[in-house]
């Protein structure tokens, strides 16, 4: 009996060949819908496999764990036993298993535990499957869509000894790109000549264009209210078509033209007659865009939100010994791995969270003392956010900068009767200053993940400042070629299918959007797990089946018992610090550096009174680096935005000096 129902299940698990596996079959697969009609072909091996699988006990009580997983999988197994073209199941398991990264041998190792198709039967399935997402490429890259590409770095040697050009290299870079569907767009809003002619009497921008609206200004400052400005819809999935990966590199103008040729030529068999007719919408990085500027480019904000965070960090960075920076309160949290000029993003924004975190918690102790007192008095909402906007007032605010007088002997004049000089407390200015920038970081991430570009719009003229004030000129130009083309060069049509499509959603669920540049950063993450260089232009066409069978199998993404790190500690650590230090108060006189004079006044009075031992103690950290046979460079410290600091050297008659371990002095230069 159960041979003759194997031999149902047999055929229900059939494919006439390794190569008739189609792209739809492996989007729609799961073992809802594959496997399981072909186990209910076979009840007697079933109810075999679930009372082996399980007591009478563990069936009535257990509510997590079921065999029924594990008995449509050994089924499958048995089916490819029987039968090698039986391949439904093995199929799509063991291209999970390759696109995941698996070894060869495990691939062989399970092939022989009949749960995978064999490693060589790969290569026809791979290659048959790319041809078939290629297809889907093409057809829509006839219709209205987006083209995106980044480069690729594969380590392809692993050998110490590199002997030429004749030997692999260490690294070989390619470029790997990706179309998608475009919403809310028609060929004729596409259309390249009115674009062109705009872009012919574009005069440039003025500086009306970047000043902010009263509604703009209004909702920057919406934290206390739901202001949508230009949300995507919710629920929509935006389709991708991943293409082959080439060994064009892009970081030439001509290596550009040459992925552009290969991308739409060669893959998509377009006609170059066809692709003047209409803009095809670009987002890429600030490098990539660069090179190919044209009139049809976005920039892409996980770009801008990775430059942005790096740019904060330049200026706002200080020294240990500068109180409130952000050094200072990094040593304090005792985070690591924050020193370098591009530290990882990840990482970063984590800290500048919880420094402002930290900020906002203190201030709003000092507006309410202890919580729990205050809890008991009952306040209402309205109370609230009127405390809430008066913490915003107060603590994220910087004061205004007074000018010099028109001549050098005349007083600063202030902003306005009354202005507090920001220069008599630079600690109090700088923090809020960082508080400022803190939330526009805040507010751009935000505004991305909730998918509404109109906030990351109302943004824009103030990057601008930030990252020209940041001395980031190249995101500063690139934000100014966007305004230009949304303002002056783009139709209104065409100018708001960018705004729809700069940021996407591929799971369709509400609240996971991103940055165009972030999922194809993610996509190249799952080629770089360990495959040969020859595969990847077969592993970019099928890069959706990792996140396909994972669903279709139950595996999560994280644990079942993975929690978020709870980092409060790290938050009260800096909102005490704030706190004792009052740095969110005005003090006249307060400063921003801790000065070595204090601890020099304390030793030279140890060596007077003989107390030696006492002066071991006094020891500040050095934080430039000993310079060992190695030439003397100047050192460059950056200045916190809006305020001009200055360092005196302590001279010694007419040249200031350095003092090496073996004692002889490297003169720099005169006293000026």
Known sequence: MVASEMDLVVKEL????????????????????????????????????????????????????????????????LAYQRSNRSIKFQSVFGLFLWSTGSSRKTIDALFRCSLTISY??????????????????????????????????????????????????????????????????TLDDLKLQPIINRYRNCKGLSPSDLRLSLDQLKCLNHQFSSISRHPLAVGGKTEQFPLWTTTIEESLIHGNLMVHDDAYLVQLKRNADDLVKYAIPSVNDQSTNARIRGGQLGFGLFHLCMNLIWALLHVHRGSLQQTGSLTYFFGLMEKACLGADYPDYHKLLAALTQVLEGIILGAWLDELGDFAEFAKMNPSAQDLLLRAQSILNRSACPLGNWQKGSKAKDPPIPPYAGALDPLHDIAHQNTLLLTRDLLYMIELTLAISEGDFG??????????????????????????????????????????????????????????????????????????????????????????????????????????????????????????EVRELALSKYQPGQEAVVISLETFNKKLACIKAGHVDEMAGMIEEDEIPNLVNDFLTPLIYPVRTGIQQSLELINIGDTFSWRFADNFDLSVGENP
Request: charged fraction near 20%; hydrophobic fraction near 40%.
């Open 14 to 77: 059939s494919f006439p060949s390794v190569e008739d596996v189609s792209s739809e079959f492996i989007s729609n697969w799961t073992l809802e819908r594959v496997v399981e009609p072909a186990t209910k072909l076979c009840p007697s091996l079933l109810h075999i496999l679930e009372a082996a699988a399980q007591t009478q006990e563990a069936k009535r009580k257990n509510k997590i764990k079921f065999p029924k997983t594990a008995c449509n999988v050994i089924i499958s197994q």
């Open 455 to 576: 906030h990351v719009e109302d943004l824009l003229p103030v990057l601008v400042k930030i990252f020209r004030g940041a001395g980031s000129n190249n995101y500063c130009m690139e934000i100014l070629h966007f305004l230009a083309n949304l303002k002056h060069i783009w139709m209104p049509k065409f100018a708001d299918i960018m705004r729809d499509n700069m940021i996407v959603n591929v799971s369709g669920l509400p609240g996971h959007f991103m940055a165009v540049d972030l999922n194809i950063e993610h996509l190249i993450g799952y080629l770089k797990l360990g495959q040969a260089w020859r595969h990847l232009s077969s592993r970019s066409s099928v890069a959706n089946v990792k996140k396909q069978v994972t669903k279709a199998l139950g595996a999560s993404y994280e644990g079942k018992t993975h929690t978020t790190p709870d980092t409060s500690m790290l938050v009260w650590k800096v909102a005490n």
């Open 120 to 185: 060589d039967s790969f290569g026809k399935l791979l290659s048959q499957l790319s041809q078939r997402y290629i297809t889907l490429a093409k057809q829509i890259a006839s219709s209205p869509h987006m083209f995106c590409y980044d480069n690729i770095n594969i380590s392809s040697s692993i050998f110490v000894e590199q002997r030429g050009a004749a030997t692999p290299a260490k690294v070989q870079s390619g470029t790997f790109g990706i179309l998608y569907g475009l919403r809310n767009a």
